[in-house]
């Protein structure tokens, strides 16, 4: 089994920062990508981005791409997700997930966090 807490969600305003951390543990060896999903109220479950552990590989979907970054630090099996220039359109509950290969469709992935939410102020 695979753990996943996700921290640093909060409030606020348009054109600001926040960081959200994933810390792993458990048998992580087992994972091989770790990805970032947000959902919005009444929306689909929505790929953010991703990153493998080995190389860093990342991939990013087009809506935060030059806005969202995604790095790791494997000494502390954490993966993080740095958001600049937030807009109201990405509040939503930021969940990381762990999957054995780099992809961006949700079902592939193995291991979920419980959320931490988001919420950007117009």
């Known amino acids: 089994q695979v753990q996943l807490v996700e921290s640093g969600g909060g409030l606020v305003q348009a054109g600001g920062s926040l960081r959200l951390s994933c810390a792993a543990s458990g048998r992580t060896f087992m994972t091989y990508a770790m990805g970032w999903f947000r959902q919005a109220p009444e929306k689909e479950r929505e790929f953010v981005g991703a990153?493998?552990?080995?190389?860093?590989?990342?991939y990013y979907a087009d809506s935060v791409k030059g806005r969202f970054t995604i790095s790791r630090d494997n000494a502390k099996n954490t993966v993080y997700l740095q958001m600049n220039n937030l807009k109201p359109e990405d509040t939503a509950l930021y969940y990381c997930?762990?999957?054995?290969?780099?992809?961006?469709?949700?079902?592939?992935?193995?291991?979920w966090g419980q959320g931490t939410q988001v919420t950007v102020s117009s």
């Open positions: 997930a762990a999957a054995p290969k780099l992809v961006s469709t949700s079902a592939e992935y193995s291991y």
């Open positions: 990153i493998t552990w080995n190389f860093g590989r990342t």
